[in-house]
Structures are given as structure tokens and as C-alpha cells.
């Protein structure tokens, strides 16, 4: 391949640099949208959305596709997000007070089992925005494919976990990575789940 063609309209890094505008774009995107923390729900739908049919399918214009996703989502997305946050947060204190009361194998068993917890929510997760992204079902039937997939396919959900607490130490380490975190860790995430969600057919496209 000559340097032109590398170069060009069409080339590589052409492409390759307009893949990472739209993730931090995108990125940018999420963080307004999910400002109000109750829509943070609305916005992870709407991130999976964007990136899926605009970054890896180079659909349409990632900005129009978050919002109308954005939009559309904003009801259950934002429902499914404030009940994932509100127990994960629970599940996260109720470790930190373990951690302070208790002592010995009391101390480890309870630690233990809210780490587990909070885990299972996030697991959770990795498949339920992307399915509300997609589908349009009333509210309790996203639960069931979501957990059916997280127990279901063991290394996706593993390497999701993963992804997704690297992302937050990435952010805790160096705040400035929120405006490419979110993106790229839907970019990974998609190539992980896409598959799997489209295998269900419970609701409208």
C-alpha cells in the first residue's frame, strides 16, 4: 500500500482517525446526557446505539443516532439506570460497612457477597442497555434475556466485567479519560454482546 493511498479519503487512517473522533464524540455525548444521573440509563442505551450502527456500521451520523436513541430510550432506559444505580450503590455501601464492623471470616464472607452483588448488577448491565437499545418491550421483559445472557455466556461476561472496571480505574486515575472511556468501552463491548442480543426477538426493532 503506497503512502498516498494510506493517506487517503478512503485509506486507514483516514478512517481510523474518524472511528476515534466519533467515540470521544460520542463520549461527550454521554456525559451530557447522563448529567441529570436519573437518564444515565437513557444514555447508556443510547451510547450502545450510536456506536453499534454509526462507528462500527457507519450508518449515519453518530450525533443524530445517540440523541433519537437517547429520546426513545428515556422512559425504561432511564427506570432500568436508576434501579442499577440505586442497587449498586446499596450493594457498595453495605461492603464498606462490612468492611468497618466486622472482623475475621465474618468480614470476608460479607465483603464477599456485596462484591458479588455489585458484580452480578454490573454483569447485568453489560447486557440490558444494549437490549433496550434495540428492542422496544415493556419493562420487566429486558431483565430476563439480560440475565439469561450474563449466565449464559460466562466469557463475554467476564471480559464486559473487565472492560468496565478498567474503564473506571482509567477514569478515577486520570479523570481526563472520561472523554474517551465511555466510547471505547462501548466499542469493545459491542463486539462482545452485539451477537448475543441479536439472537433475541422478544420485541420490535
Known sequence: MS??????????????????????????????????????????????????????????????????????????GSLHGLSSFLLSALFLLNFGISSKLFHGHVQWLLCALYLVLFLAVMAVCCYLFPLISRYRMPFGWYLKPAVFCTYHYPLQTIAGIALLMAGYYAVYRFPLTVLLVPGFFTWFLNGLVEKKIRSFQGGQE
Not at 466519533?22 to 451530557?32: A, E, F, G, Q
Open 3 to 76: 503512502k498516498k493511498s494510506v493517506f487517503a479519503y478512503s485509506g486507514p487512517v483516514f478512517t481510523w482517525g474518524s472511528k476515534a473522533f466519533d467515540l470521544m464524540l460520542v463520549s461527550i455525548w454521554w456525559i451530557l446526557g447522563s448529567l441529570p444521573i436519573v437518564t444515565i440509563g437513557a444514555s447508556a442505551a443510547a451510547i450502545y446505539d450510536a456506536v453499534s450502527r454509526s462507528v462500527v456500521e457507519d450508518r449515519e451520523s453518530v450525533t443524530e443516532r445517540f440523541w433519537a436513541t437517547w429520546k426513545n430510550s428515556l422512559k425504561i
